[in-house]
């Protein structure tokens, strides 16, 4: 099980420490660094400045939000940092939601995520393969446009600039069943937000007949500490404003995830104490249980007996979201 590195995205400004993390990761042999984004800082900037200060390290998007640019725009980071860092890029792409999607892109929320997404990851297989203009006639996104607007004007364009690699991996968040599913026919990788490696028969029946080579690279808070209530604070606000905060009480993809996990009644509990803005109560309400089993924290031996679960399981790649360069260390010792 390879290990990377997951930063994030900004909260209110750059964090100084992001670069000396990467840094660090690159030095103990981690094969990868991931970046995000929200509403705030993107994910290509960031990367970039990174990518700029290592030589090896391999450089992830975890996600970047599709709705944020065109299939082409994203194509078009993305070949330009796999130059700029000699081959390091993957592409990491999600929807998001529709209360982000509408309220901070001020774009439909596809009715057909399914549709959409694959239409997106064509479009972009299409750019960085080069074998001719782009063109596709999707509901979500065509190439050339031909809608009532249009002005009959547009033409089939390939990249001026060719891609380094055609097959610059592309891996994605998705969190349904079917999304899943789906996820392992048309991408190279597939990206979780909440990873159990005692309840992988959540993701079962999506997981059938994997491609060779498949990535499956979920995200975890690792934290070296001896008092592992404490140690879980961070992971449980991070569940409560997720669960709580990152969707409308209607449709809440993070809180139906936790739902299929086997917290369903939880997973009510904290929207409703959250979205009536009782948010320290929405955290205190997530079952350490639930938060415990999708991180890895506590005393080295603890996490060292944890490990393993993550190991023996499906899972290539762990992305870490680690606080501090000793916490890194200590994964990697235990890794190897």
Not at 26 to 46: H, I, K, N
Not at 143 to 151: F, M, N, V
Not at 215 to 221: F, L
Request: charged share 25%; proline share 7%; glycine share 10%.
């Amino acid at each position: 099980m390879r290990l990377g590195l997951a930063l994030g995205y900004w909260g209110r400004g750059p964090d100084p420490r992001h670069l000396e993390l990467a840094q660090e990761a690159e030095r103990l042999g981690y094969d990868s660094v991931w970046t995000a984004e929200s509403w705030g800082s993107d994910a290509f900037t960031p990367l970039t400045w990174i990518a700029a200060h290592t030589s090896r390290i391999r450089l992830g998007t975890a996600i970047a939000q599709m709705a944020a640019r065109s299939p082409t725009t994203t194509a078009m980071h993305a070949l330009t940092l796999d130059h700029l860092s000699g081959g390091r890029m993957m592409l990491g792409l999600g929807l998001s939601g529709p209360q982000v999607v509408e309220g901070w892109y001020g774009r439909p929320f596809p009715r057909s995520p399914l549709t959409a997404t694959r239409e997106y990851v064509d479009v972009v297989r299409q750019v960085l393969r080069r074998e001719g203009p782009v063109e596709t006639d999707g509901r979500f996104h065509a190439h050339p446009y031909r809608g009532e607007d249009a002005t009959g004007l547009g033409k089939p364009l390939k990249p001026i600039t060719h891609p380094l690699r055609a097959d610059l991996p592309v891996l994605l968040g998705a969190e349904g069943p079917k999304n899943i599913a789906q996820t392992t026919r048309i991408a190279d990788g597939w990206l979780p937000l909440y990873w159990s490696p005692t309840r992988t028969d959540a993701y079962e029946a999506s997981l059938t007949d994997l491609p060779e080579d498949f990535v499956i690279a979920p995200m975890a808070r690792v934290t070296v500490c001896d008092d592992v209530a404490e140690g879980l604070l961070p992971v449980k606000a991070m569940l409560g404003f997720y669960i709580g905060g990152m969707g409308h009480a209607k449709s809440n993809f993070h809180a139906d995830l936790m739902a299929r996990m086997g917290y369903a009644d939880e997973a009510r509990r904290v929207q409703e104490l959250f979205l009536a803005g009782r948010r320290e109560e929405a955290v205190l309400a997530v079952p350490d249980a639930f938060a415990d089993e999708i991180s890895l924290v506590g005393p080295r031996g603890r996490i060292a007996e944890r490990l393993e679960l993550w190991r023996k399981g499906p899972v290539t790649d762990l992305l870490v979201l680690a606080p501090d360069p000793h916490t890194l260390r200590v994964l990697a010792e235990l890794n190897s």
